[in-house]
């Protein structure tokens, strides 16, 4: 299977570099400076989980030709109009395209783009980072992809999937419920992102405060009646996970976008938060301190872009 993956960031690069080092056929479609450091230094993984530098095959835009079995989407959520244009040149009869990010407002754009039967559920559980100089950096030995067709079940593409991916070094989960999947992981994201995001804080020193954890609970259970209206309640397990996670006193886990934003650089804030906001207005759903996060979240970016 010849794999494409858009972007060789904290998570296309590593779950692409995974697939590279296990043998599997994988180019990554990357902008000409991207390019350039992965020709230089090869793709560089810091993990816990084994640490790694290798030659890897790369393709700019301007260069792509031919049509991919397998096309991963690895790109934050405000570069995917461009991102959709970069790999449309790579989708043809027979193509997947694998979305990764975070969120579901996707899905929209990528399904008006390729059509829906084209693009398959997909969302990853990670925590990396580029470091400075290009290297994927990953803080723990989470390393989990979760994919599978949107409405349910088994096909022969998301076996085939399953086989390649099942080769890497991380864990594949080839989910024949995917959307309640996506829900769940939605779920407790935008409580993470929103909650560390707000107090600029990691989970630990939240809980440290008076009101954490009764914040955080209020948040999780905002998002979990937004899931609900959309038909995805959080089953009891994943309840218990994530709640586990996001109220953890000795946690210094943070949100990957409170990351992007204590570097200074643009959030994913519109597309996790706004989103769910938005959704829960469609629902007839107060959401208050979703909403707080949303505006917290839009006005970093109205000062960014000043
Ligand atoms: N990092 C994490 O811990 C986790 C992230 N996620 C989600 O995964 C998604 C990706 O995040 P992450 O990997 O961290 O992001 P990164 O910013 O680390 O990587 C994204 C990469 O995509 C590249 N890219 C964007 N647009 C294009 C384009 N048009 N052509 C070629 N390359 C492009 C960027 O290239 P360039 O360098 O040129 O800008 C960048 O290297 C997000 O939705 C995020 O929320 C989910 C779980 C955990
Ligand atoms: C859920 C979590 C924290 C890890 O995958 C994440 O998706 C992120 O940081 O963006």
Same mark, same amino acid.
């Given at each position: 299977?010849?794999?494409? +993956?858009?972007?060789?960031?904290?998570?296309?690069?590593?779950?692409?570099?995974?697939?590279? /080092?296990?043998?599997?056929?994988?180019?990554?479609?990357?902008?000409?400076?991207?390019?350039?450091?992965?020709?230089?230094?090869?793709?560089?993984?810091?993990?816990?989980?084994?640490?790694?530098?290798?030659?890897?095959?790369?393709?700019?835009?301007?260069?792509?030709?031919?049509?991919?079995?397998?096309?991963?989407?690895?790109?934050?959520?405000?570069?995917?109009?461009?991102?959709?244009?970069?790999?449309?040149?790579?989708?043809?009869?027979?193509?997947?395209?694998?979305?990764?990010?975070?969120?579901?407002?996707?899905?929209?754009?990528?399904?008006?783009? %390729?059509?829906?039967?084209?693009?398959?559920?997909?969302?990853?559980? +990670?925590?990396?980072?580029?470091?400075?100089?290009?290297?994927?950096?990953?803080?723990?030995?989470?390393?989990?992809?979760?994919?599978?067709?949107?409405?349910?079940?088994?096909?022969?593409?998301?076996?085939? +999937?399953?086989? &390649? %991916?099942?080769?890497?070094? %991380?864990?594949?989960?080839?989910?024949?419920?995917?959307? /309640?999947?996506?829900?769940?992981?939605?779920?407790?994201?935008?409580?993470?992102?929103?909650?560390?995001?707000?107090?600029?804080?990691?989970?630990?020193?939240?809980?440290?405060?008076?009101?954490?954890?009764?914040?955080?609970?209020?948040?999780?259970?905002?998002?979990?009646?937004?899931?609900?209206?959309?038909?995805?309640?959080?089953?009891?397990?994943?309840?218990?996970?994530?709640?586990?996670?996001?109220?953890?006193?000795?946690?210094? /886990?943070?949100? &990957?976008?409170?990351?992007?934003?204590?570097?200074?650089?643009?959030?994913?804030?519109?597309?996790?938060?706004?989103?769910?906001?938005?959704?829960?207005?469609?629902?007839?759903?107060?959401?208050?301190?979703?909403?707080?996060?949303?505006?917290?979240? /839009?006005?970093?970016?109205?000062?960014?872009?000043?």
């Amino acid at each position: 299977m010849r794999i494409l +993956i858009l972007g060789a960031g904290g998570t296309g690069g590593y779950f692409g570099g995974r697939l590279a /080092q296990a043998g599997e056929d994988v180019t990554f479609l990357v902008r000409p400076k991207r390019a350039a450091k992965l020709a230089e230094t090869g793709l560089v993984i810091k993990s816990p989980t084994g640490d790694a530098a290798f030659p890897v095959k790369t393709v700019t835009a301007e260069s792509l030709s031919g049509h991919w079995d397998l096309i991963v989407l690895s790109c934050k959520a405000y570069d995917l109009a461009e991102s959709i244009a970069a790999v449309a040149p790579a989708v043809g009869p027979d193509t997947t395209v694998l979305p990764i990010l975070n969120g579901l407002a996707h899905y929209g754009p990528l399904d008006a783009a %390729f059509g829906r039967d084209k693009v398959l559920g997909g969302l990853c559980h +990670i925590f990396s980072t580029l470091g400075p100089d290009g290297e994927v950096v990953v803080m723990n030995t989470i390393n989990r992809v979760t994919f599978g067709e949107r409405d349910g079940g088994t096909s022969p593409r998301s076996e085939t +999937i399953a086989a &390649s %991916f099942a080769k890497a070094a %991380f864990t594949s989960v080839h989910s024949p419920e995917l959307m /309640q999947e996506a829900w769940e992981k939605y779920t407790l994201l935008a409580t993470l992102a929103g909650m560390t995001c707000l107090m600029r804080a990691d989970v630990g020193a939240i809980m440290a405060t008076s009101e954490g954890e009764a914040i955080t609970r209020e948040v999780f259970e905002e998002c979990a009646a937004i899931a609900a209206a959309a038909g995805h309640a959080p089953r009891q397990a994943a309840r218990d996970l994530a709640l586990g996670f996001v109220t953890d006193p000795a946690s210094r /886990q943070t949100a &990957s976008m409170l990351r992007d934003l204590e570097a200074g650089g643009r959030t994913e804030g519109e597309h996790i938060i706004g989103d769910m906001v938005d959704r829960a207005r469609a629902s007839g759903l107060a959401a208050p301190t979703l909403r707080l996060a949303r505006c917290h979240l /839009q006005a970093y970016e109205a000062r960014r872009s000043r």
